[in-house]
């Protein structure tokens, strides 16, 4: 009898367990029935904050399809390219209890996981909190209390010639704390970038895979004085901080939202889906209202940081940090002729002594040449241009440096480069006429960024070109063709001063199409049948001599458009260390030069180079001459060579007017352009 009331106790006990599983899991699924009903009947998918959440975009054909490409970003197995089935999806998941897989330990709760999702879903739900299934976000809490985010600045890294991967500079996200005890360089800055190392990846095939999207783009976070090392002292590059006027629940829905992306990947393009693009995303979901997406083919970063200027009232103010490249530069100018001689012979050989040792001079401010002389030293061995002697000279120096007062003004200094802000579009239109040997013409071309050089300086780096992706097209009167007078894959020019400071070697690379006369072999050929003809028989004479006329009045050259790769290195030469605007830079290098054309005897034509740049400036005025000589004789071909003087007058940033003249073997011309730059 005992044993069967103990038998039916547990039974009992059993029904009523799985009885009160049963309906809690019954009213838990009812409230999520209920809850995705109601998102249904508002169409919460629609919503434009939703859309931002998710990354969402339309293809031409209308479909939705997010920008994240990682799985784990969804919650619904159609999420990427179906809102509704991730907004449905993310509701259940919110109010469902889930456990981790075997061995994941970084594992985390959708609710932790999309902390900004589930607000937004709460807030417009009216979901209670008894409603989410109960979970431990203390890693996402901890996360986001360490930000204690209150403020935004958006920063950009200027552009420095000498690192190609910078050549469109970079844009990156600092977030400001509201703890007033934290110094601005320990708070956090927001990175995206491609994950690739183009130090160790071949150049060439860094730039195909990041036009094609080759490498996926993460998000990370870095303390500030790590984006400032690496940036300013490392790659001497200026920065420019914005500083944004959001407000601090706006600043914190984009925090969560930061840590949402934690684990998503995007492909990246330089042209578009780069740094600057997905750091518009973060600002939309900031203030959703400002479409920053939608005004920009390409995004370059440069032109994104106007587009946050062209907003009223958005930034509030503009800060300039220098490079320790730009800060050695500034106290060079605020040299005397007796200071600067003394650091240019300490510099020398690393002498220290010619400063420690030195008497007492009213000329001579010794703690301000020795904080230059300690700024060069430092940068000449992030240079890698400094034996490891030089450091114990540095400690010395560092030691001396410690016992003298600081009795200048440091501060006053004008910034060495211009806020990009200010600069021209990046893209370009040109619009020209002219006229050459081989009759008139009409010319267009494109660019799709960034910079050439007639072009103003104001926001660029100074005597420096980038051309990425342009053209020019022509349509001669005469033969009635249009021509593809040149086409650049990609063409960079740095003409770098060379200085006591750091002797930066200048470099052209340049790859893509070029132009040139071709003399046609044929009427060559038919020249030398009618030459013999007259020998031989004399008898037709008048008849060769008929041909020989009508051979010359025909078209004698043909401008045809060649494969082209060429690269040059040398030396610029430039008064950098004085005071007020530099007017004139010299420039000589040497090189060579690739050329393939199948009506070339030998197709492919390779050629040792020199050239020569000459520069003159004056600020809406400017005048470039530059010389190419291409040594193709050592072929037996002819050499060939090419000399350009232009004339630019800048009605406006972004309205320019130009003269030029080109002259090439067989071939010589002069055009009037219109640039338009937008």
């Known amino acids: 009898m ?16 799985f009885g009160t599983f049963s309906s809690a899991y019954a009213t838990d699924t009812k409230k999520i029935l209920e809850y995705q009903k109601l998102a249904e009947v508002k169409k919460l998918w629609e919503e434009r904050y939703w859309i931002l959440l998710l990354h969402y975009s339309k293809t031409t054909f209308g479909n939705w399809v997010s920008e994240a490409d990682s799985s784990s970003f969804f919650l619904s197995k159609e999420g990427r390219n179906n809102p509704k089935s991730e907004l449905l999806s993310a509701i259940e998941a919110f109010m ?8 994941d330990e970084n594992w985390m709760h959708p609710s932790c996981k999309f902390p900004e999702r589930k607000r937004w879903i ?3 739900l009216s979901i209670p909190d008894q409603d989410f299934t109960e979970v431990d976000c203390s890693r996402f809490e901890k996360w986001f209390a360490t930000l204690n985010p209150k403020g935004a600045k958006i920063i950009f890294a200027s552009y420095y010639m000498n690192a190609p991967a910078s050549i469109f500079g970079h844009t990156l996200l600092k977030l400001d704390s509201g703890d007033p005890n934290r110094k601005e360089i320990l708070e956090y800055s927001v990175n995206y970038a491609a994950n690739a190392d183009p130090e160790s990846t071949n150049a060439i095939v860094y730039s195909i895979l990041g036009l094609f999207g080759g490498y996926p783009g993460t998000f990370s976070l870095f303390p500030y004085y790590v984006k400032i090392a690496e940036y300013n002292d490392i790659e001497s590059r200026d920065l420019w901080e914005y500083e944004l006027d959001l407000k601090e629940e706006e600043v914190k829905r984009m925090t969560r939202h930061l840590w949402e992306l934690g684990a998503a990947t995007f492909d990246y393009y330089f042209l578009d889906e780069n740094c600057s693009y997905h750091l518009f995303s973060l600002i939309e979901v900031a203030r959703p209202s400002l479409y920053l997406r939608d005004k920009a083919p390409f995004v370059i970063p440069g032109d994104t940081v106007k587009k946050y200027l062209e907003q009223a009232g958005l930034v509030k103010e503009i800060k300039y940090r220098p490079s320790l490249h730009s800060k050695i530069i500034q106290k060079l100018r605020k040299m005397n002729e007796e200071e600067r001689d003394l650091y240019e012979n300490v510099m020398k050989n690393a002498n220290i002594s010619l400063l420690t040792n030195k008497e007492p001079d009213p000329k001579i401010r010794t703690s301000f040449l020795s904080d230059t002389i300690l700024d060069s030293f430092r940068y000449k061995k992030a240079e890698g241009n400094s034996p490891k002697e030089w450091d114990q000279t540095y400690k010395q120096l560092l030691l001396f440096r410690s016992k003298l007062p600081t009795d200048y003004d440091d501060s006053g200094y004008s910034p060495i480069t211009q806020s990009p802000h200010i600069g021209h579009g990046s893209s370009a239109l040109y619009n020209e006429v002219g006229t050459s040997n081989l009759g008139n013409f009409l010319g267009f071309g494109y660019r799709a960024a960034v910079h050439d050089l007639l072009n103003t300086d104001q926001g660029y780096i100074p005597n420096s070109s980038v051309d990425y992706f342009s053209l020019k097209a022509r349509y001669y ?9 040149e086409f650049h894959i990609i063409r960079m020019l740095s003409l770098t001063p060379y200085n006591s400071l750091g002797r930066s070697v200048s470099y052209f690379v340049d790859s893509g199409a070029d132009s040139s006369v071709y003399e046609k072999n044929r009427n060559k050929e038919d020249r030398k049948l ?4 007259a020998l031989l028989r004399p008898e037709d004479l008048s008849y060769t001599l008929y041909r020989l006329d ?5 078209e004698k050259y043909e401008r045809v458009t060649n494969a082209n790769l060429e690269t040059t290195f040398g030396y610029s030469f430039q008064d950098e260390f004085s005071e007020g605007p530099k007017r004139f830079l010299f420039s000589a290098q040497a090189g060579a030069k690739v ?4 009506k070339y005897d030998t197709n492919a034509i390779v050629a040792p180079q020199i050239a020569t740049y000459w520069i ?3 600020d809406i005025f400017k005048a470039v001459l530059s010389l190419h000589y291409y040594t193709f004789s050592v072929y037996g071909i002819p050499d060939d060579y090419k000399a350009q003087l232009g004339f630019r007058y800048a009605i406006h940033a972004n309205h320019e007017l130009r003269l030029e003249a080109k002259a090439q073997r067989n071939y010589n011309e002069a055009s009037f352009s219109y640039v338009y730059q937008f």
């Open 2 to 17: 005992l044993t069967r009331l103990r038998s039916f106790f547990i039974i009992f006990f059993l029904f009523s367990l």
């Open 96 to 103: 469902t209890p889930a456990s981790p897989p075997s061995g």
């Open 122 to 124: 709460q807030e417009k």
């Open 477 to 485: 009167q005469d033969s009635k063709k249009l021509h593809l007078e």
């Open 530 to 533: 009618l030459e013999w003809q």
């Open 550 to 554: 009508e051979i010359s009045r025909s």
């Open 595 to 598: 050329r393939y054309n199948g």
């Open 616 to 618: 003159a400036n004056f």
